[in-house]
């Protein structure tokens, strides 16, 4: 089995629009909530989210290629740029048949389904849709414009799991390569959720928050008063490498990749297993594959949604894989920063994950005032400041509707 790395890291977040400002922000604990200004919310019971802040495409393209781009693809190849600069990749050196994307999203084009639609119906009907309609909504669209832009000719397609798609394209990623079948692959997800559909979907399912006078702490992961998860945009990159290749171009390491664990709760289309089944399987087997124990693990970024049963499932699942090892565990949940980037949030989580190995930092918890009852005291939620920690071992966990149960183990790379 071939070793695998991560060598290229790149993000387009509502707390920074690259990696070092999103780094930044998530230490200094800095919330991404805004009031929305993708559309008017004036009539939905949640006004606000996680937008980026003064985006403009014309800032990454030209007009004419932004037109045939859905938010989604636009924030997927920002990022992938970003990562493979990062990765001071040259493809004309480089075998592009072992090079590969597998690049995920949840949803796709939502936005550019709506307008298409809505105008359809404010034309009385006439079918009349922009020649860009199909490619802009297609979920695989993202990964092939990567493959296209950059000449890429191995493995390309685009896993749609929910909200643990993108943490599943890096663990596939890591499949692919350490079973010698390409050298790089060019991994993440992207989102761009913020649409009326969605928030009034999601409302009707009463799954997001509704805190719209105290909306910047909505997102309070583990607190006794959350009240649901606050919805965010972008994406997330990561080069996935081989240690073999890495190491002929002399290329950066940021950390080695040990293990991916892909379970499903087999329960309910929404809900989590009340005692988090599908979660325990995926950290139990990460750890199997990554073949270390438990107490191996320093630091572990939570899915931790700031939904009711959603927060306490994994906590559950968290209690059963690391019964023993809980007080030394520094636990975080960057998502009370970012909201929930749905399709990409594993992404940016894996690429916080990542950082914190490197840097020896553990980014903080914010907005959680007072912890659910439920929650053991001997749990380390890394409330309100980051903590500086020695990490070798770190965990990221992602979990989606159908099910979907996804862990990815990290460990610092030695020369």
Do not use: C, S, W
């Given at each position: 089995m071939k070793r695998v790395v991560i060598t290229g890291?790149?993000?387009?977040?509502?707390?920074?629009?690259?990696i070092e400002t999103y780094w930044q922000n998530l230490l200094k604990g800095v919330s991404g909530a805004q009031e929305i200004t993708h559309f008017d919310a004036s009539k939905f019971k949640t006004k606000f989210a996680c937008e980026l802040k003064n985006y403009n495409p014309?800032?990454?393209f030209d007009r004419q290629e932004a037109r045939k781009l859905d938010r989604f693809s636009q924030y997927g190849l920002i990022a992938t740029k970003e990562a493979i600069n990062d990765a001071q990749l040259n493809f004309q050196s480089l075998d592009?048949?072992?090079i590969g994307v597998i690049f995920a999203t949840g949803n796709g084009g939502f936005e550019t389904f709506e307008k298409e639609i809505l105008a359809y119906a404010e034309s009385n009907f006439n079918p009349r849709f922009n020649p860009f309609f199909i490619t802009k909504i297609i979920p695989n669209s993202l990964s092939g414009m990567i493959s296209i832009k950059y000449g890429l000719h191995g493995i390309n397609y685009c896993p749609v799991t929910a909200c643990a798609s993108s943490t599943q394209s890096i663990i596939q990623a890591f499949n692919y390569i350490r079973l010698n079948k390409a050298d790089i692959i060019v991994a993440g997800g992207s989102e761009a959720p913020i649409t009326a559909g969605s928030i009034g979907g999601f409302n009707a399912m009463k799954a997001m928050s509704t805190n719209n006078d105290n909306f910047q702490s909505a997102s309070k992961p583990f607190d006794k008063n959350r009240d649901g998860f606050v919805v965010g945009e972008g994406a997330g990159t990561l080069i996935v490498e081989s240690l073999d290749s890495a190491l002929s171009r002399n290329a950066k390491i940021y950390a080695e990749i040990l293990g991916g664990g892909e379970n499903s709760d087999a329960f309910h289309i929404t809900g989590t297993h009340p005692e988090g089944q599908g979660a325990y399987l995926a950290m139990k087997n990460a750890l199997l594959e990554a073949r270390i124990e438990p107490n191996k693990i320093d630091y572990l970024n939570a899915h931790a949604t700031s939904t009711g049963l959603g927060d306490l499932s994994e906590i559950k699942a968290i209690e059963r894989v690391f019964h023993s090892h809980l007080n030394s565990l520094q636990i975080s949940a960057t998502k009370s920063m970012t909201g929930h980037l749905l399709g990409g949030t594993g992404a940016i989580e894996a690429i916080a994950t990542c950082l914190s190995v490197q840097q020896n930092q553990v980014p903080p918890t914010i907005n959680t005032k007072e912890i659910d009852s439920s929650i053991p005291p001997e749990i380390n939620l890394t409330l309100n400041k980051?903590?500086?920690?020695?990490?070798e071992y770190a965990l990221s966990n992602s979990f989606g509707f159908g099910g979907h149960c996804a862990a990815l183990v990290l460990k610092k790379?030695?020369?």
């Open positions: 890291i790149g993000a387009i977040t509502p707390i920074g629009k690259n014309l800032d990454y592009t048949e072992r980051k903590v500086d920690k020695n990490i790379y030695i020369d």
